[in-house]
């Protein structure tokens, strides 16, 4: 009985040992969307810094910044001292997180490849934060919204679509990136989509070839004024003959988070009202 007691208070002791290095992490994330999902799982009061655009929830707006896309301050990031720091592999500079590498702080690294792997990455995120239960209810609820989405377009005509994912030099999507996937749930055709660079710069002459039936622009945060390309000129174009625009939030679409499928919503009621 003695050795029974003594079993149970140990594993006691690990356990209320774990459950306080959970509450206490410090996490150094290091994207918009690991800050959004953290919060999602409810750990977001876990993190100590961030990056300068990650700017949702409200909440994440009081946490210190410690650089953005050009690079990282590896120095404020030692001080913040924290136990774990959270990277995007392809969004991060690989200097600064080969340097964070070098100097002995423990790298996690955020790769999500497809929509679906957000459900996966908020399940990664509970377990490292001892917040399971939140993440795989949130993950749940997103992966069965999803799947909505799907059925209600599997079975609608697709549209062939142009992505202005920037006006200049202008540049779009293939088929290989995440936008892409989102507008294949709203059967929206990518015009661009067989072109072998991720983000390809084009001209108004290409899009003449192409032919869409709707453009779309992502609307996006800037500290400078955008150029606009009057589409007008090229009435050619059966988009801009039919005068089919859509503006959509680009926070929603070219972020790997949760708020992704307000995007494609969005994007799917918006491309449904042309057809």
Known sequence: MKMIYTKFFIVSLLLSSFISTAKEQRIVALAPHIVEMLFDIGAGNKIVGTVSHSDYPAAALNIPRIGGYHGIQIEKILELKPDIVIVWQSGNKVSDIEQMEKMGLNIIYSQPHKIEDVAKELRELGKLTGHEIQAESVANDYLQRLKKLRQQHVS????????????????????????????????????????????????????????????????????????????????????????????????????????????????????????
């Open 156 to 275: 609608i005509a697709p549209m062939k679509v142009f992505y202005q994912l920037w006006p200049e030099p202008m540049r779009t999507i293939n088929k290989g990136t995440l936008i892409n996937q989102l507008i294949e749930v709203c059967q929206g055709q990518n015009v661009f989509a067989e072109n072998p660079t991720a983000y390809p710069q084009i001209g108004i002459e290409n899009v003449i070839v192409a032919q869409p039936e709707v453009i779309i622009f992502p609307v996006q945060k800037s500290n400078t004024e955008l150029p606009v390309i009057d589409w007008h000129k090229w009435p050619e174009i059966p988009a801009v003959k039919h005068n089919r625009f859509i503006r959509i939030n680009a926070d929603l679409t070219h972020r790997f988070s949760t708020r992704m499928l307000d995007g494609i919503e969005d994007m799917c009621d918006k491309l449904d009202a042309f057809r």
